[in-house]
């Protein structure tokens, strides 16, 4: 008969987090092996894209006022080539929640080896395509992001305000959403006008 078409399947289990109780996590082991060998084994690393942590943590301690926030659900919004998504095979109950089907990941899986690269790659990309009509946003993502996790100190609320305005817009028309918004400003908590829950104050400017 014909060969199997070439392929990896990645086991996975699910994990609770003590602060997010009921709320079950599906881990996959990318780096679980099967006669010696994990997908891990095989994935490129990629170039290191994101920004240095020291140069980050420095340059977020500089200026007057500070913000941090991350991109929701980042993973999940970089697809993987069809070409590649073999490679990326899990088992999964089917629709009658009985049987078993033989499912294709589209999207990079959190702890895969390539995932980090390929994500701030496409980030970076979004930013530079972006760099005339959203600059500061553009700057932004480039140099102040770490994976998902966003952190800049600006001199003045004003060009905060502006700044996360602006870096929310640009991202949203990728389906990226910058939420869980923290500063030392009560100005830009309010000017933004994200809910109470999201945006918090850390500490008076």
């Known amino acids: 008969g014909e060969p199997a078409e070439p392929g990896w399947y990645i086991p996975h289990h699910g994990v609770y987090h ?18 010696g060998r994990s997908l891990n084994d095989t994935l490129l690393h990629g170039p290191d894209l994101n920004s240095n942590l020291a140069g980050l943590l420095c340059r977020f301690r500089k200026e007057k006022v500070a913000v941090t926030c991350d991109i929701q659900k980042m993973f999940p919004l970089f697809r993987v080539p069809v070409e590649d998504r073999k490679y990326l095979r899990f088992l ?22 390539s995932s980090p690269s390929c994500l701030f790659y496409g980030l970076q990309k979004i ?36 700044l996360v305005r602006q ?3 640009m991202l949203s028309h990728k389906n990226l959403l910058l939420h869980k918004f923290l500063s030392n400003s009560q100005e830009v908590a ?10 918090k104050v850390i500490a008076k400017p």
Request: proline residues 6%; negative net charge; glycine residues 6%.
């Open 18 to 35: 003590p602060w997010k109780p009921g709320k079950l996590r599906v881990v996959s082991e990318c780096s679980a092996t099967f006669k």
């Open 92 to 113: 999964w109950y089917g629709p009658d929640g009985s049987s078993i089907i033989d499912y294709h990941m589209n999207v990079h899986f959190f702890g895969a080896k």
């Open 127 to 162: 930013a530079d395509d972006n760099s005339e009509s959203f600059p500061k946003a553009a700057t932004f993502v480039k140099q102040n992001f770490y994976v998902d996790d966003g952190l800049i100190s600006v001199p003045l609320a004003a060009e905060t305000i502006s």
């Open 167 to 169: 870096a929310r817009t």
């Open 190 to 199: 309010n000017a933004i006008g994200v809910d109470s829950s999201e945006m």
